[in-house]
């Protein structure tokens, strides 16, 4: 039988410690990521990790179904933002991703290993100690859901459908581009270069006024106004790129939303009394108080404007999540009485509208 010697047990174990921090002192661990790590060492971070992401991903709240509108912004942030990494449909991964440790995986082939809610937990927080990074802020589910609705449909996309998705019709601009043309295809990828493109989620900028439009790009870049599809592009221009972006957007054809669907006409007129008149018991102004024909240039046109965006920013604000111009605010007390239901009038109601004073 083995005997333990309590004592010699207990001083090993107290020594253990400082033997450990004059190992990593000495600098014997060898932290170089050429040789990778032991099998076992491997095994036990992969391990750990999905274990943690498990457990994390039981507190997410899952939204009914994945925001499939979103899906092209969501692709368009993939391409600068995540490809450099995991690669995507005709572009490899960089000879620096795949010396990585670990190496970034290629997404088409590993997310069918993960649960909806699991994608979130990664893509919202990152992986620590691996170069995953967090979603450029914290404030915005419902984009980290868009971008599992694209990783969703990552495995089924080829090369064609890929970049029709994250570049638009032009195809990719160059990645490091210094001249004003090559600003505006950028913005462009999600936009369109009329302005009007993007798919649902994005708002059309076309026609909109150049102070609001400028605001806005400060605000994003400033981090005022919270949205990781545009923190990349508007913290890559600087101050005077900015001013140029917004009166060249300001000064194209405005375009309005094309109605799609038919809606019903108790919604149109629901949205109609309350941006005429508001809600009184809900504390909810009249909108066209502020969105009228003769608006201060720091507030958005909104008539026109794409149903689905309107929504979004209205529980945005609603939520005291949405930040923007010098006046933001104003719109947070204004939307803080809304209903769900005032909401998708409001937003039928207004993407329905001609702007008179354009
Ligand atoms: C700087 C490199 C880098 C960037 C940029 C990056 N990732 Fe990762 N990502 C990694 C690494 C490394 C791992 C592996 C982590 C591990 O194995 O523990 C990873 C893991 C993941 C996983 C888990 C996949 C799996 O099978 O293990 C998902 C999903 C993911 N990344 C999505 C994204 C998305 C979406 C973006 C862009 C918003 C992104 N990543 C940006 C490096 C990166
Ligand atoms: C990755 C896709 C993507 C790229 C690239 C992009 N945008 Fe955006 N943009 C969006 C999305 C999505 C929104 C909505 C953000 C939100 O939900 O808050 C938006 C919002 C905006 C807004 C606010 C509009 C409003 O009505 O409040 C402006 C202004 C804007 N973008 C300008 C630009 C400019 C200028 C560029 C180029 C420098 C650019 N965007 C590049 C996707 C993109
Ligand atoms: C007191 C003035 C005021 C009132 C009243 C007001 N708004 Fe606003 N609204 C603003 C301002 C200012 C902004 C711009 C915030 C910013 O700087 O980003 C805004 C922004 C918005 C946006 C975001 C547009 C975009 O392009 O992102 C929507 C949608 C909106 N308002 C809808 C409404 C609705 C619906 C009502 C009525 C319930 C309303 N507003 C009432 C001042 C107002």
Known sequence: MIRINWKHAAVALAVLPFAALLFAWIGFFNVGASTGHWKITDWFLHFAMRSAVRTYALAVNEPERLPVEAIKPAAGHFARGCAICHGAPGEPR???AMNMLPRPPDLSYSVGEWQDAELFRIVKHGVRFTGMPAWPTQNRDDEVWAMVAFLR??????VGSYRELAYGNAGAPELHTTSFGGAVAECGRCHGA???G???ATPLIAGQSEAYLAASMEAFAEGRRASGFMALPAAAVDAAE???LAAHFAALPPQRHDAGQEVAQDRLERGERIARAGVAAAGVPACL??????RNPLYPRIRGQRPDYLAQQLRLFRAGQRGGGPFSHLMTNAAKGLTDEDILDLAAYFATQDDPGR
């Open 289 to 294: 108080g502020c969105h009228g024909a003769d």
């Open 153 to 158: 449909a990552l495995p089924d996309l080829d």
């Open 242 to 244: 900015i001013d140029a």
């Open 198 to 200: 993007g798919g649902p």
């Open 194 to 196: 009329d302005g009007a």
């Open 94 to 96: 960089s000879p620096a």
